[in-house]
């Protein structure tokens, strides 16, 4: 689905990531329990991934601050340790401010 | 592949899209050029696209200016069109100024 956010400006996380080969499963498990945990957090607006070789979520915050408490999270500490030692070969975060936005359809 | 991007800041598109069914050939045709056509414009830095059902394509740019001008592309212009009329079934497209960014392995 795409996000429903609410009028800028808003702050987004861009994560994008190149997997491993190895130990399907147990990423799949965390991407959901990160994703479920991401959407309780204090700030959390929303969320959109997609993967194709390559795969990009991108969430949304009310502020860098909550991006921050989310960084600092305790299981999402251990996701992001995890994901440097085993599943990702490579990944890129980009922290960014959401100027403006516009659309088309039923967003 | 993950966009290689100068030191923040710079600008990031995040365009998110639900298809249509129709039109599939003529679809990707289009999203070949346009991609194509956007690596050639000016203060244009990369772009990273995954699409599975849902579709999220990021464009990197030097400038909010830059970002305008290929908004107003006249090709760029008629695709838009009949992205509106054909193609997409919603989109929504997020205006963005990268703070920061961090990353590990080879991005």
Redesign the interface.
């Known amino acids: ?3 429903s ?1 609410p009028v ?1 400006p808003y702050y ?1 996380v ?1 994560f ?3 997997r491993t080969e190895s130990d399907t499963d147990n990423y799949a498990t965390m991407a959901d329990q990160m994703a479920a945990l991401a959407s309780v957090q204090p700030g959390y607006l929303g969320a ?9 979520t ?1 969430s949304y915050w009310e502020s ?1 601050e909550a991006i921050r408490q989310w960084k600092a999270q305790a299981d999402h500490l251990i996701a992001q340790q995890m ?2 030692e085993k599943w ?20």
């Open positions: 689905m795409i996000a956010t800028p987004a861009i994008t990531s190149l959109e991934s997609a993967r194709e070789g390559l795969g990009i991108v860098l994901g440097r990702y070969a490579a990944y890129k975060t980009r922290v960014c401010r959401v100027e403006r936005d516009y659309g088309f359809g039923a967003v």
